[in-house]
């Protein structure tokens, strides 16, 4: 009987055993809680969706699109080395945004422009090198995810140039002088840097610094050596693109050019002092020199414009005697001038025997009857002579015998108003017959008067 019970208890907890297993199978089956699904992905992550792997035997899914622009940097066709291009674009219904931007020549990969894009632009600077030289590209915008989506720009890169204008080759600059700098760029139109070189020294002069609009004026310091020199234009947008101008360096010059050898000058008059100059002399100091001494006549005059300058100066009463101008420019390493000589001749008139003033020659005679002609030579004495002639043949005679002068005699002749335009004239007069052949010789006097002022005198002896 034991025996017996002991079986069934055998038989009893096998099958406990075998229904407890049984409920662990069942178990396994059911769904999981969510934490032990969350730390089963953990360890072991699930295949990614079908609809995210590419099909290749599926059609490309959305397009990319290279917008549209007026603008000349922004999706251009024509590239100039050195310009700054944007690149924009639309992407529609691809799986991401993600783009790779590439530049292709002959269907060759020639530049990675950028990838893994997402904002649907770039920028790119055309660079001047071996890689990008002139010619025919392809833009080409393709999907990360998809390789056959892509966007395609032909574009033709150019060469920038840049061409100086101004000054032209050789052209020479003066110290203090102000002078014209232009150049034209084909491509970028950004702005330059300027300088200026000697073709020896490593230092160079800066001229300018972020110049735009093609073109400036620049003033030569008076402290720049004189030499040979080269003018460069540095485009400072695009690197490498420069131009360059072969020109040379003076000091600057002051010529006088009035008053000029033998001019002659009369104190109280006014006469023009001129001058020309290349560059800038800076103010000037104008003096009249003599072998002993000088005058300055003006300081901190202005040196004109268009190279030349004049000023005016009213004689003040000086010696007869030889002077010259001296014009100097008073910064420093300013050059200076100095005229001809002239002479300083006080105004006059003077009767003279013959029309050369310098003939030696006896006092001539005059006849009755006879044709004689006077001469005279003027000075910044007017313009205008009066001629008077009287009998002078008692004054004479008395003169002669030591006693009073007496008045003189008959006005034969009295002449107004004759030019002194030229310097000089002359007057001819035929002494009258005598009213007693009787009286014998007589002396005429011949009086010189200007409407400046001036006057001379002299007698002429007749024979009868």
Not at 82 to 91: A, D, E, F, M
Not at 124 to 142: K, M
Not at 396 to 416: D, H, L, M, P, Q
Request: net charge neutral; hydrophobic share 35%.
């Amino acid at each position: 009987m034991k025996e017996k019970s002991r079986a069934i208890s055998l038989v009893s907890t096998v099958a406990v055993i075998v229904c407890l297993f049984s409920l662990s199978c069942t178990a396994y089956a059911a769904p999981p809680a969510a934490t032990q699904k969350s730390a089963t992905q953990q360890l072991q992550p699930a295949a990614a969706p079908a609809a995210s792997v590419l099909n290749p035997n599926a059609p490309p899914k959305g397009t990319i699109t290279i917008n549209a622009s007026s603008k000349a940097n922004v999706n251009a066709s024509t590239w100039y080395t050195g310009s700054y291009q944007y690149i924009q674009w639309t992407c529609s219904g691809t799986r991401s945004n993600l783009v790779d931007v590439t530049l292709w020549k002959n269907n060759q990969q020639k530049v990675i422009i950028g990838t893994g894009i997402a904002t649907g632009q770039t920028a790119y600077s055309v660079p001047g090198d071996t890689i990008n030289t002139p010619g025919n590209y392809e833009l080409r915008i393709i999907s990360e995810d998809d390789s056959r989506v892509e966007a395609r720009l032909a574009v033709t890169i150019v060469a920038t140039t840049l061409i100086i204008t101004k000054p032209n080759k050789d052209d020479i600059w003066y110290t203090g002088g102000t002078y014209p700098i232009s150049w034209q760029i084909q491509g970028t139109q950004g702005s330059v840097n300027i300088s200026l070189s000697t073709l020896t020294s490593i230092n160079s002069i800066n001229v300018g610094t972020g110049i735009a609009g093609g073109s400036m004026q620049y003033t030569v310091p008076s402290s720049v050596p004189p030499g040979e020199y080269y003018l460069y234009v540095n485009s400072k947008d695009a690197p490498g693109v420069m131009g360059g101008q072969h020109l040379f360096v003076q000091p600057a010059t002051l010529t006088v050019t009035s008053p000029k050898a033998s001019d002659k000058w009369a104190p109280g008059n006014t006469y023009g002092i001129t001058w020309q100059f290349m560059g800038n002399p800076g103010p000037l100091k104008i003096e009249f020199i003599n072998a002993s001494s000088s005058i300055i006549i003006a300081d901190n005059v202005q040196p004109g414009a268009g190279g030349s300058g004049w000023y005016n100066w009213k004689v003040f009463p000086l010696k007869n005697g030889d002077y010259q101008v001296r014009i100097t420019g008073q910064s420093s390493g300013a050059p200076s001038s100095t005229s001809p000589t002239l002479r300083i001749t006080n105004p006059f008139i003077k009767y003279s025997w013959s029309a050369d003033p310098n003939a030696s020659m006896a006092m001539p005679y005059a006849y009755y009857g006879q044709p004689f002609t006077s001469y005279w030579q003027s000075f910044a004495c007017g313009d205008k002579v009066n001629i008077t002639i009287t009998d002078d043949t008692a004054n004479k005679n008395t003169i002669a015998s030591n006693t009073a002068e007496a008045v003189r005699g008959k006005v034969y002749f009295k002449a107004t108003q004759y030019s002194l335009s030229n310097g000089s004239g002359q007057y001819s007069w035929i002494p009258p017959a005598p009213p007693d052949p009787n009286t014998g010789n007589r002396w005429y006097h011949i009086h010189l008067d200007s409407s400046g002022g001036c006057s001379d005198d002299t007698d002429v002896f007749e024979y009868q």
